[in-house]
C-alpha cells in the first residue's frame, strides 16, 4: 500500500506467497540477514541516524517469530529489541507515548518494537479504555510523533502481520496441543479472537490514518512465516540502503602519527 | 584463577592460545554460538533469571570484536547489550551504580556490559576523582551490589581481556594506518596508554578485591582475538548449563480444549 491509502485488511490475501516458494525464501532470507548484518555495522559506526521497525499484529500472527527470522545475525550491540506488554501503573501514570518515547532506539541502533503505540489506538478501545473521540486524536498524534522522530533521524518501518483467521485457529490449537508450545498458550487470546472483527476493523482504521510519507506502513501476508520473514527482512534491508550509512570519514591530523 | 584469589594480571601470558589452533577455534566458536542460541531461547521462555556478561580492558583489547564475536547468533529479542561511556551530567548527579541498575537484564534476558561500573574503581582513581579510601570502599559496596543481583536470580559472569603491552601498540597502530579502521581511533587512547601501568595496577586490584563465589572474575587472554572469542563463549555457555533453564511446564486446565 502507498502512505495514505486505505488499508482494506480483509481484502488481501493473508495466504499470499509473494511468488517465493519455500526453498527459494531460505535462499533469500540469508542473503538479507548477511546484507543486513553488514548495513548494521556501517549504521553502528556513523553513528548519526537510527532505524525503527514497528511490529504489530493479533495472536499468533507470528511476531516474535520474524523477530527471530529477521534479526539473528545482526550484532546484538547495535540491535535492541523492545517487547511491550500491559502498562505498569508508573508507565499509566504518563501519556501513552511516554514509555515508547523513552524505548527510542539511540543513533547507530536499530531498534524493534513488538508491539507498540499502536495497542494504545486499538486494544485500548476495544477495552472501553478510550472513546471514539479520544482514538481519533490519537491518529493525529501519532502522526505528529513520528513525524519529529522522523526529522530528528529515525528511519520508521511499521509492519502489520496480516493473519488469516482460519491460521490463527491452527496455530492456537497446535499450541494446545503441543507440550512443547503450550507455554506459549495464553487463555486471554481466545477472548479476543472473539473480537476478531472488532479489532481487524480498528487495525484498518488505525493504519490507514497513521500511513505517511515519513512512516509508512506495510501489510505483510502472514499465514507463511517465511513470507513474512523474507518481505519484512526486505523491508529492512530497503531501508537502510535508502539511508546509506557511511564509515566516518578518517580524520587528516592523524597523518604519519606513531604509537609508542 | 579461582575467586577470591590474586589477580596478578602482570604475570600471566597475554598471547596464551589455550591449546586452540585457528582452525579448531572457529569450529569450536560455531558450536559454541549454536549452543548459546539454543539455552538462550530456553531462558527466554522460562522467564525467571538473567545472566550478566561484564566486559573490561584496556583500549583495543577487544570488547567490541568479543561481543559481535560471542553474541551474534542469539536471538536480540532476548540480549541486550549496554555500551557504558563516560557519564552525563545527570548520571554524575546519581551514585556510580545508579546507571548500571538501571541496565540490569530483565527475567529470561542476557545483559552484556561494555565497559562497566569497573570504570568507576579503576578509571575514575586514574583520573584523580576519588581518592584511596573511595576506591577500596567501593570494593565493598561492588562486592555487596553483586551478591544482591545474584540473590535476586542474575548470573554474572566478569571477563576481564588481558591485552599485552605490544600487542596494543600494533592494534592503535594499525587503526591510525588503515583508512577503514582509522574512525576507531582515539586520540585520548594514548594518553590512557602512558599510563598503562597505573591502569593495570588498579584493575589488578579491583579485580583482586571483587571476585566472588557469586561474581566471579575470569582474566582471558587477549592478544589472539579468536581465543578471547572461544573463551568467554565457553564461560557464557557454561554459566548457562550450570543455570539449566527450563520451558515453562504447560497448565494441566488446558487438556481438551478446542479453538473455534
Excluded at 493479533?58 to 550484532?75: A, C, M, P
Excluded at 539511540?106 to 494504545?120: K, L, M, P, T, V
Excluded at 493473519?163 to 490463527?168: H, N, P, T
Excluded at 507455554?183 to 472483527?197: A, M
Aim: include cysteine; glycine fraction near 8%; hydrophobic fraction near 35%.
Amino acid at each position: 500500500m502507498g502512505p495514505g491509502g486505505p488499508a482494506n485488511l480483509s481484502q488481501r490475501d493473508t495466504g499470499d506467497k509473494l511468488g517465493l516458494d519455500k526453498d527459494t525464501a531460505r535462499v533469500e532470507l540469508d542473503a538479507l540477514n548477511a546484507r543486513l548484518a553488514m548495513l548494521q555495522s556501517r549504521l553502528y559506526a556513523e553513528r548519526r541516524r537510527s532505524v525503527l521497525l514497528v511490529l504489530q499484529g493479533l495472536d499468533s500472527s507470528g511476531k516474535d517469530g520474524t523477530i527471530k527470522r529477521v534479526l539473528t545475525g545482526v550484532n546484538p550491540m547495535g540491535c535492541h529489541v523492545t517487547s511491550f506488554r500491559a502498562p505498569t501503573e508508573t508507565e499509566l501514570d504518563h501519556d501513552y507515548l511516554w514509555r515508547i518515547h523513552e524505548a527510542m532506539p539511540a543513533r547507530g541502533q536499530i531498534g524493534c518494537f513488538n508491539r507498540s503505540h499502536y495497542e494504545d489506538l486499538v486494544t485500548t478501545v476495544v477495552l472501553g479504555l478510550i472513546g471514539d473521540a479520544e482514538r481519533k486524536h490519537r491518529y493525529e498524534q501519532v502522526r505528529h510523533f513520528e513525524r519529529t522522530l522522523h526529522d530528528e533521524g529515525t528511519t520508521i518501518v511499521k509492519v502489520f502481520l496480516n493473519l488469516g483467521k482460519d491460521e490463527q485457529r491452527e496455530r492456537l490449537q497446535a499450541r494446545l496441543d503441543d507440550p512443547e508450545k503450550r507455554w506459549k498458550f495464553n487463555r486471554g487470546d481466545l477472548e479476543t479472537r472473539k473480537r476478531w472483527g472488532e479489532y481487524m476493523h480498528l487495525y484498518d482504521q488505525a493504519i490507514s490514518h497513521t500511513s505517511t510519507d515519513w512512516a509508512p506502513w506495510y501489510v505483510v501476508p502472514a499465514d507463511h512465516k517465511w513470507v513474512s520473514a523474507v518481505a519484512v527482512a526486505t523491508l529492512l534491508v530497503d531501508a537502510l540502503e535508502t539511508m546509506d550509512p557511511q564509515i566516518p570519514p578518517p580524520a587528516d591530523d592523524l597523518d604519519g602519527l606513531e604509537v609508542v
